[in-house]
């Protein structure tokens, strides 16, 4: 019997590395979604301590030079925090968008493995029907000839 051969050995090949490409994709897309988390609950960090200091100023004597300045440091930081969560949700629908891709590449993978394992059914079949036939031809011969 002849050597398994899969038509669609290239095929495959080509599928596995496009997955492979996407999965990587998808990897360096959630590094960058957390990334931008960190920089995110930072951000929250920085304005939380920020208005902890505004409160504690207020408590002792009034300066107004202090508390305009803390204002404006504040309002900066709302506007990091609004860039962040912009940035954030940006990264996150990037992550989304290479996690589809990479799942459908995956069944395209899945379907070449699933026509293989077929294949390879069909191929042990005839093999073993030929090795059948084989015996069978053995044990005629063999009846035939003690007869």
Sequence with gaps: MKKFR??????AT?????????????AAAVHTFVGAEEALAHVTARIAELETIIANERVGRFQPAS????????????????????KVARTKAD???????????????????????KARGVHRQEYEREE??????????LVARAT
């Design 6 to 11: 899969f038509p669609l050995r290239s095929v």
């Design 14 to 26: 080509l599928r596995r590395l496009r997955e492979n490409a996407h999965r990587e994709r998808f």
């Design 67 to 86: 508390q305009v300045a803390f204002m404006h440091a504040l309002a900066n930081e709302q506007a990091c925090k609004a860039e962040a969560l912009a």
């Design 95 to 117: 992550m989304e968008r290479e996690r589809q891709a990479w799942l459908e590449s995956r069944r395209d993978v899945r379907l070449i493995d699933v026509l293989e394992t």
């Design 132 to 141: 059948q036939a084989l015996l069978d031809d053995r044990t005629n011969a």
